[in-house]
């Protein structure tokens, strides 16, 4: 079965609809804090000891106190959730459960004594579901007051989890003149306190990840005003789902939650093992790892297999990933870019193999790709087969191919399995990919890379044929990239068209500084353009600065005098 074909499970079946609430207040001094709960310790509940915002299930009676809102409509209310209808079940439900765990009460008008009333002789009873939240608006004459909220996120219980909720978000100001006091039952204790001191390790703060999200996100406004206007000018709030991964090693984070033996970590969307964790495991087993580490053998799908050299570094992040490609029937592996020479690796990759390697592939020959391909061919036998380099530059190992590779070429790896070659220049002038049908994929080798942009290098490297190859690339009829560095990457034409837009707005940068700064020099215009970038960072940066003017110059649009570089009028 290809990528991509396998039935994927629904995200939203077997979760229980919930909302929470996030109460601000502005802060003596400046800045925001927020209301947090220490939820407590039950035997079985994953979020025992968890500080939390409130929150909890709706409840079929929320829907009943509709006509006690004040600010929101059940239309507005839907239409902002992006549901239907029954959005304002969502606002009842979390001012309901706020009132029930924290003693706020979210309602108009509130007198002491309506409070005092509302604490003695409902709250325990909306607890144990005896009374109703509309119930209790009647009885005291209240609306439910929404007018001071917001709506912000969406956020579901992962996949794999036996109890799993669909949970939406609000942020509110403080109701004047109330105090917050624990339940304790589902609240343990309660604490006012600001977001960086609750994100900080050394508050001991126990914090889910949506927490910790919702946290940052507060934590960038220094007023409740300015966080409920934030909220109101949000888009449409898309839904966050977490995945389990596999539990780490001592010492080893996986994902974006350390995890410890025997307790699953969490990937979020926009971690790098996202997209990868959610096409291992649809079921939320927890066995994908959300972590890449050297020698771990990941098998990707029944045709491919992918080891990771144990060269990590600034250029190879967590380092050179190598793929073992074959036909399960024929039991015959092609390997591509066999990585550093290191005999480590080698091992690893001739261990991690089903059968014999019979072909290696490079997708270039860059030494972290390429260069431990003239031993691993002498201790299998197998045939290198790429592109020869226009010139062997300082990145490069010597390279003679066995078989020379141009693009277009289909090479046969069972009945009915081939790789399609495809000469994708950019990054280097002899870089190439290759496309499985099979499984709807493209090991793109350093054209595309995770969490970041490839360096065009001239004179080999060339931003006008990386350009082009981007095109290309958002051309075919994939649903997967496995790149050189990095997990799986979903969304093939979206990447890159997102790093072929990122490019461009780089050239744009250039151009603009040219026009303000007049005549420059390489070195000034890459601290102007570049600038946004680590320092750390700039003489990797200068080579695609050059590359870009490489090409703007080629244009005409940039012309270089003295050292000096000034935009053609």
Request: glycine content about 10%.
């Amino acid at each position: 079965m290809a990528m991509g074909e396998a039935d994927r499970p629904n995200p939203l079946s077997g979760t229980r609809q919930a909302a929470s609430v996030v109460v601000l207040r502005d802060r003596d001094g400046g800045g925001v804090e927020t209301l947090m709960l220490r939820r407590a310790q039950r035997a079985g509940d994953f979020r025992s000891g968890v500080a939390v915002f409130p929150g909890g299930a709706l409840s079929a009676s929320d829907r009943q106190a509709h006509a006690h809102v004040r600010g929101w409509t059940d239309a507005e209310a839907s239409a902002r959730l992006g549901v239907p209808q029954g959005g304002l079940d969502y606002v009842v439900a979390a001012a309901r459960e706020c009132f029930e765990e924290v003693g706020l009460l979210f309602a108009t008008p509130v007198t002491p004594e309506l409070l005092a009333r509302a604490h003695n002789e409902w709250r325990s009873g909306l607890q144990r579901g005896e009374h109703d939240i509309s119930a209790l608006c009647a009885a005291l004459g209240l609306s439910l007051d929404g007018t001071d909220w917001g709506y912000i996120s969406h956020w579901v219980t992962p996949i794999g989890l036996p109890k799993r909720f669909d949970t939406r978000f609000f942020v509110a100001r403080a109701p004047a003149g109330q105090e917050a006091v624990a339940d304790a039952q589902e609240a343990e204790s309660i604490l006012w306190i600001t977001p960086k001191a609750a994100l900080d390790p050394a508050s001991g703060l126990m914090l889910l990840p949506v927490t910790q999200t919702l946290l940052r996100w507060v934590q960038q406004h220094d007023t409740v005003d300015a966080a409920l206007a934030a909220a109101r000018a949000l888009p449409a709030v898309p839904m966050t789902l977490p995945r389990l991964v596999r539990s780490a090693p001592t010492g080893e984070t996986s994902g974006t939650i350390q995890s410890t033996a025997g307790t699953p970590g969490v990937v979020l969307p926009g971690d790098g093992a996202y997209d990868e964790v959610g096409w291992l495991d649809p079921e939320g087993r927890g066995d994908a790892w959300g972590t890449l580490v050297p020698g771990r053998v990941v098998r990707l799908s029944p045709r491919i297999l992918r080891v990771t050299a144990p060269n990590p570094g600034v250029m190879t992040g967590a380092g050179t990933n190598s793929y073992l490609v074959g036909d399960p029937t024929v039991n015959r592996w092609t390997l591509i870019d066999p990585g550093p020479n290191d005999p480590a690796h080698r091992g690893a990759l001739l261990a991690a193999a089903p059968g014999p390697i019979d072909r290696i592939l490079l997708t270039h020959t860059h030494l972290d790709h390429a260069d431990g391909a003239a031993a691993l061919a002498e201790a299998t036998g197998a045939p290198v087969c790429g592109r020869r380099p226009p010139q062997i530059g300082p990145d490069d190992t010597p390279f003679a191919p066995d078989h020379e590779l141009f693009g277009g070429e289909r090479l046969e790896l069972g009945p009915g399995v081939t790789l399609e070659v495809l000469h994708t220049p950019g990054h280097a002038a002899n870089h190439l990919a290759f496309q499985l049908a099979a499984d709807r994929l493209l090991f793109v080798g350093d054209h595309l890379m995770q969490g970041g942009t490839v360096v065009i290098a001239p004179p080999d490297g060339d931003m006008t044929d990386y350009l082009a190859s981007l095109d290309h690339v958002a051309t075919l009829d994939i649903d997967w990239l496995a790149p050189g560095h990095g997990f799986l990457m979903a969304h093939p034409a979206a990447v890159a068209q997102g790093v072929r837009r990122h490019r461009l707005l780089r050239e744009a940068r250039i151009l603009d500084a040219l026009r303000t700064l007049g005549p420059i020099t390489e070195d000034a215009l890459l601290a102007a353009v570049y600038a946004d970038t680590p320092v750390a960072l700039h003489p990797v940066a200068r080579w695609s600065l050059q590359a870009h003017l490489t090409r703007l110059m080629r244009n005409g649009l940039v012309h270089e005098h003295d050292a000096r570089y000034v935009i053609v009028a």
